[in-house]
């Protein structure tokens, strides 16, 4: 038995067509086989919109989003930045404006906080906000800031498409902006990361983190003291970043890890 064939929308087909839309992009749109729309074009005449040789950056659902977008942006650049200038001109957004640049994650060690934290017991407001903002940045090494979907649709039609369709694709992408976990497969991505509502996350982390630290001053810190403690200090980082020496040295000259833990447990609420 035959299966019944889908209905057509024609004008959603007419309004992508005349977008510089290829024959796949509009099959997808239009949920129907790439089979369907050629027909479609045929009967009325048209020639396709991309021709032999006009491939656009395949992008692959189960790669990375950021590493989709950082490869199309090879072909789009001119586009997204000439949106970029004219979306902040117009609004004074300077983070997606920013972020359009495209800011990719590095990989850093995640390790314990450090000698600088003391024991959760004696914790105060100084102390805590390192913690906090030492977290902060290994959550940020995960992020990247990348244009909207919208960049890897330009991609595919900008050498097909009218100019008024790639600006419009452009605009969307920029309007859209944010911060993506690098992890994120493009068909994970649904809506990116607003940069304002990321930092007022890690504000709210501190304030939490402040409601319960024992002492609630800032640490002063006298500056003979500071200048006695520079040299041990000194010591403490080199030996933190020696495998299986991570710590303060005792009093018996070895090297105990147990300050770091404590204050770890400490940054986690424990």
Not at 49 to 68: H, I, T
Not at 158 to 173: G, P, V, W
Not at 197 to 206: G, I, P, T
Not at 211 to 229: D, I, L
């Given at each position: 038995?035959?299966?019944?064939?889908?209905?057509?929308?024609?004008?959603?087909?007419?309004?992508l067509?005349?977008?510089?839309?290829?024959?796949?992009?509009?099959?997808?749109?239009?949920?129907?086989?790439?089979?369907?729309?050629?027909?479609?074009?045929?009967?009325?005449?048209?020639?396709?919109?991309?021709?032999?040789?006009?491939?656009?950056?395949?992008?692959?659902?189960?790669?990375?989003?950021?590493?989709?977008?950082?490869?199309?942006?090879?072909?789009?650049?001119n586009?997204?930045?000439?949106?970029?200038?004219?979306?902040?001109?117009?609004?004074?957004?300077?983070?997606?404006?920013?972020?359009?640049?495209?800011l990719?994650?590095?990989?850093?060690?995640?390790?314990?906080?450090?000698?600088?934290?003391?024991?959760?017991?004696?914790?105060?407001?100084?102390?805590?906000?390192?913690?906090?903002?030492?977290?902060?940045?290994?959550?940020?090494?995960?992020?990247?800031?990348?244009?909207?979907?919208?960049?890897?649709?330009?991609a595919?039609?900008?050498?097909?498409?009218?100019?008024?369709?790639?600006?419009?694709?452009?605009?969307?992408?920029?309007?859209?902006?944010?911060?993506?976990?690098?992890?994120?497969?493009?068909?994970?991505?649904?809506?990116?990361?607003n940069?304002?509502?990321?930092?007022?996350?890690?504000?709210?982390?501190?304030?939490?983190?402040?409601?319960?630290?024992?002492?609630?001053?800032?640490?002063?810190?006298?500056?003979?003291?500071?200048?006695?403690?520079?040299?041990?200090?000194?010591?403490?980082?080199?030996?933190?970043?020696?495998?299986?020496?991570?710590?303060?040295?005792?009093?018996?000259?070895?090297?105990?890890?147990?300050?770091?833990?404590?204050?770890?447990?400490?940054?986690?609420?424990?």
């Amino acid at each position: 038995m035959a299966r019944p064939k889908k209905e057509i929308d024609f004008l959603k087909f007419d309004q992508l067509y005349a977008g510089g839309y290829t024959d796949a992009m509009i099959a997808r749109e239009l949920g129907v086989d790439r089979s369907t729309v050629v027909r479609r074009r045929q009967a009325l005449g048209l020639p396709a919109n991309r021709k032999r040789g006009q491939r656009g950056p395949s992008v692959r659902d189960s790669e990375p989003y950021w590493l989709a977008v950082k490869r199309s942006m090879k072909y789009v650049w001119n586009y997204i930045i000439d949106a970029a200038r004219q979306y902040y001109k117009e609004t004074g957004d300077f983070e997606r404006y920013f972020i359009c640049y495209i800011l990719e994650p590095r990989p850093m060690y995640h390790g314990a906080p450090g000698p600088h934290a003391p024991d959760p017991a004696r914790m105060n407001f100084t102390s805590a906000k390192r913690i906090v903002d030492f977290e902060q940045t290994m959550e940020m090494t995960s992020m990247a800031g990348v244009p909207g979907p919208a960049v890897l649709e330009l991609a595919k039609v900008y050498k097909s498409a009218d100019e008024e369709t790639c600006q419009r694709l452009a605009r969307q992408a920029v309007e859209t902006a944010g911060l993506v976990n690098c992890y994120a497969t493009v068909s994970e991505v649904k809506e990116l990361i607003n940069p304002k509502d990321f930092f007022r996350y890690w504000k709210e982390q501190l304030n939490q983190a402040f409601s319960w630290v024992p002492y609630k001053q800032w640490e002063r810190v006298k500056t003979f003291r500071k200048a006695a403690r520079v040299k041990e200090r000194v010591k403490e980082a080199v030996n933190s970043v020696v495998p299986g020496r991570a710590g303060k040295r005792g009093k018996g000259g070895g090297i105990t890890s147990i300050h770091n833990y404590c204050a770890y447990q400490g940054a986690l609420g424990y």
